[in-house]
């Protein structure tokens, strides 16, 4: 398994992106480039898990991933500091629940 780091500003520098995307921007009354824009890709295989997984196995995949953000920061710091509360709302949010 493999994360890749994807942005914009990887590219050009923030304010470069910012003059260049003004007008776009006006017209849609929001910015479309910058760090709100930035996005962590999962691959497995070289392939990415998006296009191979299904719904329910990327909700899996995505409950993992925290699972196993909770054991490092018990390890780290010596406590929990998640809850299976916070994992149960991620789930029904990650489900679309609360869409």
């Given amino acids: 398994m493999s994360v890749l780091y ?3 500003l990887l590219e050009d520098s923030f304010e470069q992106l910012l003059k260049e995307s003004l007008e776009r921007d006006r ?3 929001y910015t479309s480039k910058g760090i709100h824009k930035d996005d962590l890709l999962f691959e497995m295989d ?3 898990i998006k296009k191979i997984g299904s719904q329910g196995q990327q909700k899996s995949f ?3 991933l925290k699972l196993a953000q909770m054991s490092l920061v ?3 710091t010596k406590r929990l500091l998640f809850s299976f509360l ?3 709302l991620i ?3 990650i ?3 609360h869409s």
Avoid: C, R
């Fill in 6 to 8: 994807e942005s914009h």
């Fill in 86 to 88: 916070t994992i149960f």
């Fill in 62 to 64: 995505l409950i993992s």
């Fill in 95 to 97: 489900s679309g629940f």
């Fill in 91 to 93: 789930s029904l949010t």
């Fill in 74 to 76: 018990k390890e780290l």
């Fill in 27 to 29: 017209m849609l009354t």
């Fill in 46 to 48: 070289h392939v990415l």
